[in-house]
């Protein structure tokens, strides 16, 4: 027994076999389901892991040789050279066949080195360990720079690979003091140091064993929902503008409803068309229309507020949903995005062919009456009524005169009521003729 240790060190030798064994066979597992070539580096880095004990319990049946020693070494230390191959593979990073290539070479040095040596107390140790630490201590830094996301796991493997470094470099450090002084350093001590190190690495290895899978879930749930999130964005945007499409815009509208209607706020609603859009596609193609549609959109975005929603609602109409806005508010934005499309300069927008105007509609919420289908009708005659006037207007015009009016509710009695009456009966099927 030794003071660092609850078991005896074949005992222990044993178990770290067991252990690296299953946990080489888990990763290759893993391999196989998901398909990541991480997994199958840490597999060959846990299996070669355990050989290299078994090759060093083999020093009990056959003795100190080329197997139990340069061999055993050799393979322990291929556990942390395939730790870092892991981890740029992991990472998405460059540099494992430079690992590889840098690698190589030391590794076939030490091993001729320990045939040399592998009678010496002290440098097979000494060697090995230093080259132990150092490699952790570089997986450590790789996730330390490089990793995402970043958090609890990953900080548990950083913290792992710094703790098996330290232990490494510090055994190094003691069997350099017992070559300086080896009267002061007990042979007792050395070789309770070996199982100590073996015992921090059986347990950090199975840290990381936990936490590469569980890092793994965690970015492929990150992805999953940036995926989700990005087809969503997809389902709510209008493929040519980018804006919101109708679906969107409806939804939205009925959440603005739902608050402001209690709370008695205004809430406006602007619909805005392109005049003699198809005029503009018979003559100069889909093309001009397009380059009309977005050049709309981008005017309308600008003059827009943060928390307004913003969404084409048809072929060629917007639609622009104004929270806390007063219709005569509304109708000033409305106649702004109005004067910019009739002035919109040309050179800047080469792609639009002709001249173009817009017309708008505006409606504002009543509290006491209104719902989205009654709000975006009152919205849709408004507009129907400038498309009326000639178009390249706005109704109800802005008050440039005189405050907005004080009672939203009065307002919108006032223009969905009597002005918008005889618009709403000229739409009902057999006015023109005189139906009474």
Same mark, same amino acid.
């Given at each position: 027994?030794?003071?660092?240790?609850?078991?005896?060190?074949?005992?222990?030798?044993?178990?770290?076999?067991?252990?690296?064994?299953?946990?080489?066979?888990?990763?290759?597992?893993?391999?196989?389901?998901?398909?990541?070539?991480?997994?199958?580096?840490?597999?060959?880095?846990?299996?070669?892991?355990?050989?290299?004990?078994?090759?060093?319990?083999?020093?009990?049946?056959?003795?100190?040789?080329?197997?139990?020693?340069?061999?055993?070494?050799?393979?322990?230390?291929?556990?942390?050279?395939?730790?870092?191959?892991?981890?740029?593979?992991?990472?998405?990073?460059?540099?494992?066949?430079?690992?590889?290539?840098?690698?190589?070479?030391?590794?076939?040095?030490?091993?001729?080195?320990?045939?040399?040596?592998?009678?010496?107390?002290?440098?097979?140790?000494?060697?090995?360990?230093?080259?132990?630490?150092?490699?952790?201590?570089?997986?450590?830094?790789?996730?330390?720079?490089?990793?995402?996301?970043?958090?609890?796991?990953?900080? @548990?493997? $950083?913290?792992?690979?710094?703790?098996? +470094?330290?232990?490494?470099? &510090? %055994?190094?450090?003691?069997?350099? /003091? *017992?070559?300086?002084?080896?009267?002061?350093?007990?042979?007792?001590?050395?070789?309770?140091?070996?199982?100590?190190?073996?015992?921090?690495?059986?347990?950090?290895?199975?840290?990381?064993?936990?936490?590469?899978?569980?890092?793994?879930?965690?970015?492929?749930?990150?992805?999953?929902?940036?995926?989700?999130?990005?087809?969503?964005?997809?389902?709510?945007?209008?493929?040519?503008?980018?804006?919101?499409?109708?679906?969107?815009?409806?939804?939205?509208?009925?959440?603005?409803?739902?608050?402001?209607?209690?709370?008695?706020?205004?809430?406006?609603?602007?619909?805005?068309?392109?005049?003699?859009?198809?005029?503009?596609?018979?003559?100069?193609?889909?093309?001009?229309?397009?380059?009309?549609?977005?050049?709309? @959109?981008? $005017?309308?975005?600008?003059?827009?507020? +943060?928390?307004?929603?913003? &969404? %084409?609602?048809?072929?060629?109409? /917007? *639609?622009?949903?104004?929270?806390?806005?007063?219709?005569?508010?509304?109708?000033?934005?409305?106649?702004?995005?109005?004067?910019?499309?009739?002035?919109?300069?040309?050179?800047?927008?080469?792609?639009?062919?002709?001249?173009?105007?817009?017309?708008?509609?505006?409606?504002?919420?009543?509290?006491?009456?209104?719902?989205?289908?009654?709000?975006?009708?009152?919205?849709?005659?408004?507009?129907?009524?400038?498309?009326?006037?000639?178009?390249?207007?706005?109704?109800?015009?802005?008050?440039?005169?005189?405050?907005?009016?004080?009672?939203?509710?009065?307002?919108?009695?006032?223009?969905?009521?009597?002005?918008?009456?005889?618009?709403?009966?000229?739409?009902?099927?057999?006015?023109?003729?005189?139906?009474?």
């Amino acid at each position: 027994m030794y003071p660092f240790s609850v078991i005896d060190p074949n005992t222990l030798m044993l178990t770290a076999i067991g252990v690296f064994s299953v946990t080489g066979l888990f990763m290759a597992l893993a391999h196989g389901i998901r398909n990541e070539r991480a997994y199958a580096w840490l597999a060959a880095g846990n299996l070669s892991f355990a050989i290299g004990w078994a090759l060093a319990l083999a020093e009990n049946v056959i003795g100190v040789g080329w197997i139990t020693v340069p061999l055993s070494n050799i393979f322990l230390l291929l556990l942390p050279v395939m730790l870092i191959c892991a981890s740029l593979e992991f990472l998405r990073l460059p540099g494992i066949g430079f690992a590889l290539i840098v690698s190589s070479p030391i590794v076939l040095t030490l091993y001729f080195v320990l045939a040399e040596t592998m009678h010496h107390p002290i440098i097979p140790g000494a060697l090995t360990s230093s080259l132990d630490g150092a490699m952790y201590l570089g997986t450590a830094w790789i996730f330390n720079r490089y990793s995402y996301p970043r958090g609890s796991v990953v900080q @548990a493997i $950083i913290g792992a690979n710094v703790l098996i +470094g330290a232990v490494f470099i &510090a %055994r190094t450090a003691v069997l350099l /003091f *017992a070559s300086v002084a080896p009267e002061r350093v007990a042979p007792l001590f050395l070789e309770q140091l070996v199982y100590t190190a073996l015992f921090v690495n059986l347990i950090c290895a199975l840290a990381q064993a936990l936490c590469f899978p569980l890092l793994d879930f965690m970015r492929a749930e990150s992805d999953r929902s940036r995926v989700s999130r990005r087809l969503s964005n997809l389902a709510d945007r209008d493929s040519l503008t980018g804006t919101y499409n109708r679906r969107a815009f409806t939804v939205r509208l009925e959440v603005e409803i739902q608050f402001h209607k209690p709370n008695r706020l205004p809430l406006s609603v602007i619909v805005l068309d392109i005049d003699h859009l198809d005029a503009i596609n018979d003559s100069y193609g889909r093309g001009a229309g397009d380059a009309a549609l977005l050049a709309t @959109a981008e $005017i309308v975005e600008s003059c827009s507020r +943060g928390n307004d929603t913003f &969404a %084409r609602f048809g072929d060629d109409e /917007f *639609a622009l949903l104004l929270p806390e806005t007063t219709i005569g508010q509304a109708s000033a934005m409305a106649e702004s995005i109005r004067a910019a499309v009739a002035n919109l300069d040309r050179g800047e927008q080469p792609d639009v062919a002709v001249p173009m105007t817009c017309s708008a509609g505006v409606a504002s919420l009543n509290h006491r009456s209104d719902t989205q289908s009654t709000l975006l009708a009152n919205a849709d005659i408004a507009l129907f009524e400038a498309k009326r006037s000639g178009g390249n207007c706005i109704y109800p015009p802005p008050n440039i005169n005189g405050p907005a009016m004080p009672d939203e509710d009065d307002a919108h009695a006032k223009i969905g009521g009597s002005d918008l009456s005889l618009v709403a009966a000229m739409l009902e099927p057999g006015a023109e003729q005189g139906e009474p």
